[in-house]
């Protein structure tokens, strides 16, 4: 009897041990296969994460690329900061988005990456989708290598199919790119212009943006996982010479300078120009150049007028978006003479007809040549007087205020020995002595001259021939300056070789990237108090030489 209680009591034992054993092998599983789970889904986490940062750096990565494809197709506006109050920057660009594929279009799209915030950080977000649209040139939903040239490792980055194109949904509609800002610092080097920092961010979100125009770092607040990745990219520009026709550029191709180069504004005074022009109204017989900060950039070849034969090629309007080039310092020791108010002739004689004045020995075109330079605060002059220039002679006038008046220098009945061409008058002119300064030439002599005054609005009264050049601010815009109605107003005739100083402008070029890295986003936007560790410092460029 004992011995079978002992073998039930035994059995019994037994089986309360095996449940509490079985409850917590059961345990030990559950909790291995939740930690398993936590970590496949932190692991999932951790690739959406890098997907999404990898996609914000391939968006940054492609921003980069297009700016330097337009910067490379409007070339002169790596030669400017993409913001700024007054002056020349892309922000200020003159722009015409409707012009698709053509030099206008291009700055008009730089324009827009420089269109400031609504919250006052930097400039505008765009889709990346964009891009798609601008290098699917063939329109078959597909962009190639050739339709992409010179962007392999983006292009490689991209192209996540890997069949060597990039196709829509590689550029999805929730991934997005900005330029925060491109400073332009000129350099001492003579071997380049300067370098170029460009400083661009990329986005990539799990949903589209609902706003564009925010950038302030709190923007994704809605989308926990929606990264932002900046770029730094330090890019050396180089001086390039103008190139070899075709370039597009036929009014720096020449032998003579343009006939008319206005930094805004249009020739709208009803006078013609004989050269090509790019700005709209008058016509000219001669290249017109615009500014770049032009905001009217229409181009209408009415205003032109041919010459016979024509020239090859032919003049005509063209929007070459240059920028004027410094004017010629003031040489130190020439006269003063004051303000002109009456007839006098240039260089000044005595009674016996022997020159009085000194001239200056200056090296044109390879030669050393006589130059008589005069300081002038203004030209005022009545009807029926005249500043004269004598037939031969090579004379400079640097003009501090207005001109209001009639100038002659007429080479049509010189014969050799003597050498007399319109580049022997030049006139340039600072603006410092007006508020508003202008030059208005008037009477029915024939001026033979080149005329540069970046500040001043131009004009020409009566029936005078004028042949050469005139660069300034406007056209036309004078009260009672009004050019005749259909008559030439400028017949180009100065040829660059005659200039005092090289005044043809700078084309540049983009080098190959010189220094790229990534930089954290600053808490407090994009004026942070710390300079940035990813921009080179760069040397101080020397002042320019006194002459």
């Given amino acids: 009897m004992k011995n079978r209680l002992y073998l039930h009591l035994m059995a019994n034992r037994e089986k309360g041990f095996a449940l509490p054993l079985a409850v917590l092998i059961g345990l030990i599983l559950m909790v291995t296969g939740i930690t398993m789970m936590m970590r496949v889904?932190?692991?999932?986490?951790?690739?959406?994460?890098?997907?999404?940062?990898?996609?914000?750096l391939r968006s940054a990565e492609a921003g980069v690329a297009r700016v330097q494809d337009l910067l490379n197709s409007v070339r002169f506006m790596a030669t400017v900061d993409s913001n700024c109050t007054s002056g020349n920057c892309w922000e200020r660009a003159c722009s015409n988005p409707n012009d698709a594929d053509t030099l206008k279009a291009k700055i008009a799209e730089l324009r827009g990456l420089a269109k400031p915030s609504s919250d006052g950080e930097g400039n505008e977000w765009f889709q990346l989708e964009d891009i798609f649209q601008v290098y699917d040139r063939d329109g078959d939903g597909f962009i190639t290598r050739e339709e992409?040239?010179?962007t392999d490792a983006v292009f490689d980055a991209i192209d996540i199919n890997r069949d060597d194109k990039i196709s829509p949904d590689e550029i999805n509609d929730n991934r997005y790119y900005r330029v925060v800002g491109y400073n332009f610092t000129p350099s001492s080097d003579p071997n380049i212009l300067g370098w170029g920092v460009l400083t661009l961010e990329g986005r990539s979100r799990k949903s589209a943006a609902t706003d564009l125009t925010k950038t302030l770092p709190d923007i994704d607040s809605d989308d926990n996982a929606a990264p932002r990745n900046r770029v730094v990219v330090t890019i050396p520009i180089l001086d390039s010479p103008?190139?070899?026709?075709?370039?597009?550029?036929?009014?720096f191709e020449r032998n003579t300078v343009p006939a008319l180069w206005i930094s805004e504004g249009t020739a709208d005074d009803g006078a013609k120009f004989q050269g090509d022009v790019v700005e709209d109204g008058a016509k000219f017989q001669g290249d017109v150049v615009g500014d770049v900060e032009s905001p009217g950039c229409i181009i209408n070849q009415d205003k032109i007028q041919q010459p016979t034969p024509a020239p090859n090629p032919p003049y005509e309007a063209q929007f070459v978006g240059v920028f004027f080039p410094d004017l010629?310092?003031?040489?130190?020791?020439?006269?003063?003479?004051?303000g002109l108010d009456s007839s006098q002739t240039f260089p000044r004689k005595n009674a016996d007809g022997a020159i009085i004045d000194t001239p200056s020995t200056r090296t044109i075109n390879s030669q050393s040549v006589?130059?008589?330079?005069?300081?002038?605060?203004?030209?005022?002059?009545?009807?029926g007087e005249k500043i004269t220039i004598t037939a031969g002679e090579r004379v400079v006038f640097y003009v501090k205020g207005n001109i209001n008046g009639a100038i002659e220098h007429d080479c049509s009945g010189v014969t050799e020995p003597t050498v007399c061409k319109p580049g022997n008058l030049q006139i340039y002119?600072?603006?410092?002595?007006?508020?508003?300064?202008q030059i208005c030439l008037?009477?029915?002599?024939?001026?033979?001259?080149?005329?540069?005054?970046?500040?001043?609005?131009?004009?020409?009264?009566?029936?005078?021939?004028?042949?050469?050049?005139?660069w300034g601010k406007n056209w036309g815009e004078?009260?009672?300056?009004?050019?005749?109605?259909?008559?030439?107003?400028?017949?180009?005739?100065?040829?660059?070789?005659?200039?005092?100083?090289?005044?043809?402008?700078?084309?540049?070029q983009l080098d190959k990237i010189a220094n790229w890295c990534e930089e954290p986003i600053p808490d407090d936007g994009d004026t942070p108090t710390e300079p940035s560790k990813c921009v080179p410092t760069f040397p101080t460029p020397s002042p320019s030489p006194s002459p």
């Fill in 242 to 251: 103008t190139p070899p026709p075709p370039s597009g550029r036929p009014a």
């Fill in 148 to 150: 992409w040239p010179e």
């Fill in 442 to 470: 008037k009477g029915d002599q024939r001026l033979e001259a080149f005329i540069f005054a970046p500040d001043y609005s131009l004009g020409k009264k009566g029936t005078g021939t004028f042949i050469g050049a005139a």
């Fill in 370 to 383: 006589q130059v008589y330079e005069y300081i002038v605060n203004n030209i005022n002059l009545d009807d």
């Fill in 41 to 56: 889904q932190g692991d999932q986490s951790k690739v959406i994460a890098q997907k999404a940062r990898a996609d914000a």
């Fill in 478 to 508: 004078i009260t009672d300056c009004d050019s005749n109605s259909g008559a030439v107003a400028v017949i180009q005739g100065v040829e660059w070789t005659d200039l005092i100083q090289d005044l043809k402008p700078q084309f540049p």
């Fill in 328 to 338: 010629p310092p003031i040489p130190t020791g020439i006269p003063n003479l004051g």
């Fill in 429 to 437: 002119a600072d603006g410092s002595g007006s508020t508003a300064p």
